[in-house]
């Protein structure tokens, strides 16, 4: 069966600090593992990864994609208050119905 | 721009009742996928529709369905509901088929649906 695993489920840490949220996966016919971020409202879209190796960046977040071990990591470096969020990792998978399967998030908290 | 706009907010329905719900993705956009949200199970994707036809679907029950207009806006139906279909559904809308191609998704502030 399909799944998506990430780690840890729930992080506390304080401003400044730097931030490693873990997802693997196993899946047959993978496709691409996304990342967003759920604050109060709806998902916020971050990366799409496709490539091991490549790393994708926007600003103090950092992701990349090793399909060899079948896992990703999403980095914040320089916490702030505003980053503490839900942390979605999805695995689309390209079947003869394409789907995407979502990990249960890592609850990030950030404290002053 | 306008975001991507779901309606109605919230929704209280009884068993065995049936509800459709509405998304409307951003301008432009020609695809919109359909995810269901609960505490238990997470955000899980029910389907997606690009052109006004169903390209991708999840493992959900055939009482879920859907359908798109020339205008890009979709409905999601469920029939005969069930308490376990309580959960946010949520719509995301993108310019070109999502898990295709590169691009991003933009969700919408998604619909709250109570089954008694």
């Known amino acids: 069966e399909d799944k998506v695993v990430q780690s840890p489920l729930s992080l506390v840490v304080h401003e400044g600090d730097t931030v490693t949220l873990n997802c693997s996966y196993e899946?047959?016919?993978?496709?691409?593992l996304l990342w967003y971020k759920q604050e109060k409202k709806a998902p916020t879209f971050l990366f799409m990864l496709?490539?091991?190796?490549i790393e994708k960046k926007s600003g103090r977040l950092t992701s990349i994609l090793d399909k060899k071990e079948l896992f990703s990591i999403l980095n914040i470096t320089a916490t702030q208050t505003g980053d503490s969020a839900i942390y979605l990792c999805?695995?689309?998978?390209?079947?003869?119905?394409?789907?995407?399967?979502f990990g249960p998030g890592t609850s990030l908290s950030v404290i002053p | 721009k306008a975001g991507v706009t779901q309606t109605p907010r919230y929704l209280i329905k009884t068993r065995g009742q049936q509800v459709t719900l509405s998304c409307s993705p951003i301008?432009?956009?020609?695809?919109v996928s359909w995810y269901q949200q609960t505490p238990g199970q997470g955000l899980q994707f029910l389907f997606e529709?690009?052109?006004?036809?169903?390209?991708n679907k999840g493992n959900f029950p055939g009482r879920f369905s859907g359908r798109q207009f020339s205008n890009s806006r979709s409905e999601m139906n469920v029939s005969t509901l069930e308490l376990g279909d309580s959960a946010l559904y949520l719509c995301?809308?993108?310019?070109?088929?999502?898990?295709?191609?590169?691009?991003?998704?933009?969700f919408g502030p998604g619909t709250r649906l109570t089954v008694l």
């Open positions: 995301a809308s993108s310019l070109v088929a999502f898990a295709t191609t590169y691009n991003e998704q933009f």
């Open positions: 899946v047959t016919n993978f496709r691409s």
């Open positions: 496709t490539s091991s190796g």
């Open positions: 999805a695995v689309s998978l390209k079947t003869s119905y394409d789907k995407v399967i």
């Open positions: 301008s432009g956009h020609r695809s």
């Open positions: 529709y690009f052109s006004e036809t169903q390209r």
